[in-house]
């Protein structure tokens, strides 16, 4: 590649891999079978955070200095559209059955909701300041939003579009994760070095959890039964 990836995607069938070259302003679409690079995308504005549509037949593409998500066809390797979304959109929540787009607007404290099989932005609603990362629960009925720097977690119903409570999390939070059961949402917070773990059905704290310097990001796991 000419520069390193600034964002990767990779297309549900497993086929097709997507790379964000933000100083050259394109993306690279690349063969997983094979190994090579099948297209390069060229666009008006330095491409940031991928994500694939569920049948892998379209790939949106963050163009947060524009304001704008590029909707891609992987197939041809061409540009199709352009959608206007809030500033520095900065992270892509996708619902689970593909549906919807989540689009994270850091600059303007937005959610932009894209109708991922119309390539139209259905709604735009506010979040807390720097809104940097999404995640929807399994249902796909609640969207939660990382607001980085209002120190916070937004607890969206998507269904009817609107927000249920802006939940306090330690400074600074990065990423979510959800338990295995869909009962505590933990944020890890980069600043306070600690994770705020959260009661969803409630929608309130239910403890801090100090952990090292810095967290970037969290994940949940089974833990092997030991026999």
Known sequence: LEGAPTA?????????LAASLTDHKVVVLMDTTRGVVTAKIALPSAPGALQYRLDSKRLFAALPD???IAALDPESGKLVVRLQVGNGTRFLA????????????AGSNTVSILTAYND???LTMPAGRQPIFGLVDPTGSMLYVVNNGSDNISMMDIDNRKTLKAVPAGSGPVRLALSLDGAFLLAANANSNDVTVIRTAARSLLTVIPVGRGPADIIVTSVPTRK
């Open 8 to 16: 990767l995607g990779l297309a549900p069938d497993g086929k097709q």
């Open 94 to 105: 996708a619902k689970p059955d593909g549906g919807e787009l989540y689009c994270l607007d």
């Open 120 to 122: 139209e932005i259905a």
């Open 66 to 68: 524009a304001g704008q």
